[in-house]
């Protein structure tokens, strides 16, 4: 058996590609908001059912810029079982995160706990959608109301997603999606923001372009984090092929279920109702006590016939060397004790389902 990565990068077949880059060579257009760029704006806004949508270089700068967009200031409270990116675009905004603690059935923001952690100077909220297990978005959208705070989602996993038949990106004030190319649907690098308020276009695209309102004036201190036409291509072949993938993706989830359901000390997360997936992660926790083995001793046996499933997240963000100083890991007990048992196994539409087949068996018999 080959390698068996957790992830494989989704790719269109290459003549597609160059079919939609050869308009390129012909306008010499190749970054700062071109025809492909616009084109990709205008699709996605469709198939993710939203009102309004920037493109960005990639899904961190999108956070990073729809936090600086929203003018915040002191304490933003989010959760510490995320990727790097979502911590690091709080603190580079000269914000305080506030680390709130995950639930146990679905590994997103423990909404019962938030409102504890709200003080004087508490301005956001920054929940994350976990592996496309959406957070509850209409618990949050009251505490939000109730203190008259922004809501900026983190929704790099939730591409997709869909509750109760609307697009996920039309909660809270903001959500960022990642495009890397790991995700379910990527442009090779990228990610977006999606939005209601129209006004918050302007200042989208100015911070994405140096701050620039015209040719003779610099209104905001911006950054470069234009998606550049080779991105965009990339995003419109791989559009056509999405629900294909998530077709397929949705099959290897069903297969691995029926192999490690029920089994005593697996846990693996129900679907929600209502819900309509993207199955972008398959996430399974380990309780050693029952099931027998750690978490660290089965990713070992799958290393050793070359499949790399991933801590993931671990360690929490508070936890890192950057950060472990500053915040006491004692007061979110519930991420600690999920990020030193869960891994996400491999995923994507291509995975053969006799490669899962042959995962499955390692972790339940060997």
């Not at 359901?261 to 399974?284: L, T």
């Not at 890991?329 to 519930?334: A, E, I, Q, Y």
């Not at 048992?341 to 291509?350: H, K, S, V």
Request: hydrophobic share 40%; charged share 25%; aromatic share 10%.
């Amino acid at each position: 058996m080959n390698k068996i990565f957790v992830t494989k990068s989704i790719l269109p077949p290459i003549e597609e590609y160059i079919k939609e880059i050869k308009t390129i060579w012909d306008t010499s257009w190749l970054t700062n908001m071109g025809v492909k760029h616009h084109e990709l704006e205008d699709e996605l806004k469709e198939y993710l059912d939203v009102p309004f949508i920037s493109l960005f270089v990639n899904g961190h700068m999108a956070l990073e810029l729809a936090l600086q967009a929203h003018d915040l200031t002191g304490e933003v409270i989010t959760t510490p079982f995320t990727f790097a990116s979502t911590t690091h675009a709080i603190v580079r905004n000269g914000l305080k995160p506030v680390f709130c603690d995950i639930n146990i059935e679905d590994y997103t923001i423990d909404v019962n706990k938030i409102e504890e952690l709200i003080t004087e100077n508490t301005s956001a909220i920054v929940p994350v959608h976990v592996y496309g297990n959406i957070c509850d978005v209409e618990k949050i959208n009251d505490i939000a109301q109730k203190y008259k705070l922004k809501v900026i989602y983190d929704a790099a996993h939730a591409f997709g997603v869909q509750i109760k038949g609307q697009g996920i990106g039309n909660f809270g004030d903001a959500s960022m999606f990642s495009f890397h190319a790991t995700k379910v649907f990527n442009t090779i690098e990228g990610g977006a923001v999606t939005f209601k308020n129209q006004k918050l276009h302007r200042k989208l695209y100015n911070l994405k372009n140096f701050g620039i309102e015209s040719p003779d004036e610099v209104c905001d201190v911006g950054a470069n984090a234009k998606m550049n036409e080779f991105q965009a291509a990339m995003g419109l072949c791989n559009l056509r092929h999405i629900e294909n993938e998530i077709k397929k993706r949705k099959n290897v989830t069903d297969r691995y279920k029926d192999h490690l359901s029920g089994i005593k000390g697996v846990k693996i997360c129900d679907e929600a109702q209502g819900i309509k997936s993207n199955y972008a992660y398959f996430p399974i926790l380990f309780d050693e006590s029952i099931f027998g083995k750690t978490r660290d001793q089965v990713s070992h046996l799958l290393e050793k016939e070359q499949i790399y499933a991933r801590k993931y997240f671990y360690p929490l963000t508070k936890d890192y060397a950057c950060y472990k100083k500053i915040f006491n890991s004692c007061l979110t007990p519930v991420a600690n004790y999920v990020a030193a048992r869960i891994i996400t196994l491999p995923l994507y539409g291509e995975l053969p389902i006799e490669h899962v087949d042959k995962i499955c068996d390692i972790i339940i018999n060997e």
